[in-house]
């Protein structure tokens, strides 16, 4: 306490910021636990939208290419701690007003208004479009009014609850001023303050776990298995492992979609003759096709792991437009939508192709949620972005839709870039002895006729054996036994040559916006 017997300034504001993050730490729990819509985390999703609409998509490029999976949990919890701190400095700013200092209910009225008023002007929108998605991959038609007044009901309640443990907690951490000052009554020292703040955060904290414990899971590690080049050891599986098949989303970690296939449906709506709604089984009883297929992330890196080849089953989508009565003679693309709000599309002659499927079956098992259950596409030579996953909507349209990554700045072609990597890592290796050296070259529907590598940054380069592909649209391994002249670093590179006779690109280009090109390389030191 000062002289003149007043609460010092920075006591006062450090007391209100506590209480507005203890609200927030509340808040960012009801959000992440989808309290009071349903259980689904539709507000904390659209707040995620925001964020990423006001990140430049260079700079989100950038940080999945450098943090690879880490980037979205790491930016995705970043999110909900600004919101944390956000209702913090409110909470400051409150404590500051001189006009609420005295008038508990006009504070906890304004914390209430200064909390629900930006919330919803950044949410409401897509947090109902989201709410809707995952009602209707439920089997649920709601109406747009009954969802919009759920997410605002759900928005209101969340302000509701900061605002009373704003109120309460700064009645309970605010300094009181004496009649007089007098050293026995000066007992709110700086040192109780920090401890009460201690016991509320700790409190609200403790109140919000309750609501749920979070489950983690670690990404499981790639194991790379021995092939049939009996003297080349580090080539992956030619069928990846469901286990260990890269896993893309637009969404943070633990938010992907989890449906019921018992009251999913697959809705054929748009430029058709009938409009249709399927149920699971529905799909499933269409003549089915099985193949290989392999899948690359648009946002995978020279050398990168987010590829990998499974076997695959499920309905031609033509057929699935036919039982709707066909695509109508307007129709330029076909775009779908997803329970978890996204949305993609691709052209008309892509989604009439025999071998453009909608899958249920991945590696001879119903596909994993984290892989789309109850269905995704399978569309022959585009990246992973023009597969969606956890499909609810067909939709044949006559303008130029674009999908999700596509509004973003990510191309609409989407078409994968010929691409080789090594695999295999190499040790102890000597002069005149075998080293054996391979990976994986793929070019999407392309396929791949040849692979070289060179020792001499490109001066020669020498042909390596390639395994036959197990279908049109899969990777092939391929493989070498050189054997080093010298003892000195090498740096070796790899190009894969197409289907068509085309050679890989050697510029080198990001991720963004159309697939990484390049040539991947890899050092060998060799000894004597």
Same mark, same amino acid.
């Given at each position: 306490m000062n002289a003149s017997g007043t609460i010092p300034a920075r006591r006062t504001a450090l007391a209100g910021f506590v209480a507005g993050a203890a609200g927030g730490v509340v808040v960012a729990v009801m959000l992440v636990v989808g309290l009071f819509t349903g259980g689904m985390p539709v507000i904390a999703l659209a707040l995620w939208e925001r964020a990423l609409r006001v990140l430049p998509f260079q700079v989100f490029g950038f940080l999945i290419v450098q943090l690879k999976f880490l980037a979205k949990p790491l930016a995705f919890w970043g999110m909900l701690v600004s919101v944390v701190i956000g209702l913090g400095v409110l909470g400051l700013v409150l404590t500051r007003w001189r006009a609420l200092r005295v008038r508990p209910l006009r504070s906890a009225v304004a914390a209430f208004a200064l909390s629900f008023l930006p919330l919803t002007a950044l949410t409401l929108g897509p947090a109902s479009d989201f709410l809707q998605a995952r009602l209707e991959a439920e089997g649920v038609s709601p109406t747009a009014a009954g969802i919009a007044g759920q997410v605002l009901l759900a928005l209101s309640l969340y302000a509701l609850a900061f605002s009373v443990i704003f109120t309460v907690g700064r009645r309970l951490l605010q300094p009181r001023e004496?009649?007089?000052?007098?050293?026995?009554?000066?007992?709110?020292?700086?040192?109780?303050?920090?401890?009460?703040?201690?016991?509320?955060?700790?409190?609200?904290?403790?109140?919000?776990?309750?609501?749920?414990?979070?489950?983690?899971?670690?990404?499981?590690?790639?194991?790379?298995?021995?092939?049939?080049?009996?003297?080349?050891?580090?080539?992956?599986?030619?069928?990846?492992?469901?286990?260990?098949?890269?896993?893309?989303?637009?969404?943070?970690?633990?938010?992907?979609?989890?449906?019921?296939?018992?009251?999913?449906?697959?809705?054929?709506?748009?430029? +058709?003759?009938?409009?249709?709604?399927?149920? *699971?089984?529905?799909?499933?009883? @269409? $003549? %089915?096709?099985?193949?290989?297929? !392999? #899948?690359?992330?648009i946002s995978n890196e020279v050398g990168?792991?987010?590829?990998?080849?499974?076997?695959?089953?499920?309905?031609?989508?033509?057929?699935?437009?036919?039982?709707?009565?066909?695509?109508?003679?307007?129709?330029?693309? +076909?775009?779908?939508?997803?329970?978890?709000? *996204?949305?993609?599309?691709?052209? @008309? $002659? %892509?989604?009439?192709?025999?071998? !453009? #499927?909608?899958?249920?079956?991945?590696?001879?098992?119903?596909?994993?949620?984290?892989?789309?259950f109850p269905v995704r596409l399978l569309v022959p030579g585009y990246f992973g972005m023009k597969n969606p996953k956890w499909i609810t909507k067909i939709e044949p349209v006559d303008y130029n839709f674009l999908g999700y990554w596509e509004r973003s700045g990510w191309t609409d072609d989407a078409v994968v870039q010929t691409m080789s990597k090594f695999t295999t890592r190499v040790t102890g290796a000597r002069v005149g002895e075998e080293v054996g050296i391979g990976g994986v070259?793929?070019?999407?529907?392309?396929?791949?006729?040849?692979?070289?590598?060179?020792?001499?940054?490109?001066?020669?380069?020498?042909?390596?054996?390639?395994?036959?592909?197990?279908?049109?649209?899969?990777?092939?391994?391929?493989?070498?036994?050189?054997?080093?002249?010298?003892?000195?670093?090498?740096?070796?590179?790899?190009?894969?040559?197409?289907?068509?006779?085309?050679?890989?690109?050697?510029?080198?280009?990001?991720?963004?916006?159309?697939?990484?090109?390049?040539?991947h390389r890899l050092r060998i030191r060799v000894g004597r």
């Open positions: 004496p009649a007089a000052p007098s050293a026995s009554d000066s007992s709110m020292t700086r040192r109780e303050l920090l401890h009460r703040s201690v016991v509320v955060v700790g409190g609200m904290l403790a109140g919000s776990m309750l609501a749920r414990v979070v489950s983690t899971a670690a990404r499981p590690v790639v194991a790379l298995a021995q092939s049939v080049f009996q003297k080349i050891k580090g080539l992956p599986p030619e069928i990846t492992p469901t286990k260990e098949f890269y896993i893309v989303s637009k969404n943070p970690f633990g938010f992907d979609p989890v449906l019921d296939a018992a009251k999913w449906s697959l809705e054929i709506g748009g430029l +058709v003759g009938k409009p249709q709604r399927l149920a *699971y089984q529905d799909v499933k009883a @269409l $003549p %089915a096709v099985e193949r290989f297929h !392999t #899948l690359e992330c990168g792991d987010l590829i990998s080849n499974a076997r695959w089953k499920g309905a031609r989508l033509r057929d699935l437009l036919a039982l709707a009565g066909g695509a109508g003679p307007k129709t330029t693309k +076909v775009a779908f939508r997803c329970a978890d709000g *996204y949305t993609e599309s691709i052209p @008309l $002659p %892509a989604a009439l192709d025999p071998d !453009t #499927l909608v899958v249920y079956e991945m590696n001879a098992e119903p596909l994993t949620p984290k892989h789309g070259a793929y070019a999407g529907s392309r396929g791949i006729r040849d692979v070289e590598f060179s020792a001499d940054d490109g001066r020669t380069w020498i042909p390596a054996a390639v395994k036959p592909a197990l279908g049109p649209y899969t990777w092939v391994l391929w493989g070498a036994l050189w054997k080093p002249p010298a003892a000195v670093d090498y740096t070796l590179s790899v190009r894969a040559r197409d289907g068509a006779g085309r050679l890989q690109t050697a510029a080198e280009t990001a991720t963004l916006p159309s697939g990484a090109t390049g040539y």
